[in-house]
């Protein structure tokens, strides 16, 4: 494989979307508090549950496990491990379900079939979902969402 064609990740991008993605997380890691769980409503009638849970607590990082309720049995739903590093202000996706440890670039074609650029799909992903949920979810804790703020 030639260097021209070799995947390059794009390093800037990947670092905006963790710094949103953290921007994201602040809500819920507040509603949480010293809870080590939290768990979200999403749509009316026969609502959906996502669960956050804290996995590790420590002065500079935390690291969470975000999962939706599977849709259909036919469809597991989205489980995400998350880092968030305070002092950096990053949120980066380390682990996604059903996959183990998310790397930065793999080779392609690979026997799992995962994409070149699987990181920044996994964190763009995770920034969709958490705008969707605070936009969408609720929960019976205090309230998570303050009025007139976008989430920091």
């Known amino acids: 494989m030639s260097n021209a064609r070799r995947y390059r990740l794009n390093f800037r991008d990947l670092m905006a979307q963790c710094e949103s993605n953290y921007a994201r997380l602040?809500?819920?890691?507040?509603?949480?508090?010293?809870?080590?769980s939290l768990d979200l409503a999403l749509g009316r009638g026969r609502p959906r549950t996502v669960h956050i849970r804290v996995l590790e607590r420590?002065?500079?990082?935390?690291?969470?496990?975000?999962?939706?309720?599977?849709?259909?049995?036919a469809m597991p739903a989205p489980r995400l491990t998350v880092r968030l590093y305070h002092d950096a202000r990053l949120a980066e996706v380390t682990e996604a379900s059903p996959f183990r440890r998310v790397q930065a670039r793999y080779p392609y074609p690979n026997s799992h079939m995962h994409q070149r650029d699987e990181k920044a799909q996994w964190n763009r992903f995770l920034g969709e979902w958490l705008a969707h949920v605070h936009d969408h979810g609720r929960d019976a804790a205090p309230p998570w969402r303050r009025s007139g703020t976008t989430g920091d």
């Open 58 to 73: 420590s002065p500079y990082t935390t690291t969470l496990r975000l999962q939706d309720q599977a849709l259909h049995d």
């Open 26 to 36: 602040l809500p819920f890691i507040r509603a949480l508090g010293e809870r080590d």
